[in-house]
């Protein structure tokens, strides 16, 4: 594991139930002052240079620990860099009107932008300390930190390699600010919370930023690829569930990152 910078906190999580060969995963608790907010996440630092990282966002009232359980990215890529963010009391239209649980900003400038120089200040740590390659940043996220991938790409363009978000749309807010990129999107059929509608929308819309073909093709198991001539690809995984992540989603995801960083 690549050395810490002092001027974070760090402490030593073992999640239960991961291993990897015969070995225990460990996760790093690491720490961000971000103007008046100390903010925190689940570290996995590989050894090794030139390393992709993923930055898996947790769902509105989640918690870093739920995100590194469900997703376990750090035990389906282990060569990566893997920050399980944890957010910070954010309000929500009709579940949460008075934030009393944790999330992520939904627009530009909600916060102060707090959530957006997180991922900053996370983004220059690990460049800076872990040797993670700019050029294979990822985002994953489900439903509120879906929503937050998607505003990654509006907000911090040419930041991200690929996106992979989970139970979410786009804002029309920012639409206009997005810019073509690989995008593989997980939609639950019977999601309550987010209609699979919106959520075709968005699948659409990012088909034809991405200047991708109308008729798709298979490509894995519940998957659609839509590929584009000069453009990059939009992978829909269609699940017949509702707002999780269902199973096979993250090896999915992975499979998908992967793919991008080959190319």
């Not at 961000?32 to 930055?55: C, M, Q």
């Not at 949460?96 to 120089?117: E, Y």
């Not at 690990?126 to 929503?147: A, I, L, T, W």
Request: net charge positive; hydrophobic share 40%.
């Amino acid at each position: 594991m690549s050395p810490i910078p002092t001027t974070m906190l760090v402490a030593i999580l073992v999640l239960p139930g991961f291993a990897r060969a015969a070995d225990t995963v460990e996760l790093k608790k690491v720490t961000w002052k971000v103007g008046n907010d100390t903010r925190e996440a689940l570290v996995y630092n590989p050894s090794g240079t030139n390393k992709p990282v993923i930055f898996a966002w947790h769902g509105h009232g989640g918690t870093s620990t739920f995100a590194a359980k469900k997703f376990a990215f750090h035990t389906l890529w282990p060569e990566a860099v893997v920050v399980y963010p944890q957010g910070l009391p954010t309000p929500a239209p009709q579940i949460d009107p008075d934030g009393k649980r944790s999330g992520w900003q939904k627009f530009p400038g909600d916060q102060d932008d707090r959530d957006l120089k997180l991922f900053d200040a996370m983004l220059k740590s690990c460049v800076d300390e872990y040797g993670v390659d700019e050029k294979r940043v990822h985002s994953v996220g489900h439903s509120n930190g879906g929503f937050f991938s998607y505003l990654l790409v509006a907000a911090r363009p040419g930041k991200l390699a690929a996106i992979a978000p989970v139970a979410a749309t786009i804002t029309p807010r920012f639409q206009k600010d997005l810019k073509p990129l690989p995008v593989l999107h997980v939609a639950g059929e019977k999601d309550p919370l987010v209609k699979f509608d919106n959520q075709e929308k968005t699948i659409e819309f990012m088909r034809k930023l991405n200047g991708c073909d109308a008729e798709g093709k298979p490509a894995g198991k519940l998957c659609t690829e839509y590929r584009s001539k000069d453009g990059p690809p939009v992978v829909a995984f269609i699940h017949p569930g509702g707002h999780e992540v269902p199973d096979g989603a993250a090896e999915r995801i992975v499979k998908f990152l992967k793919d991008v960083d080959k190319k």
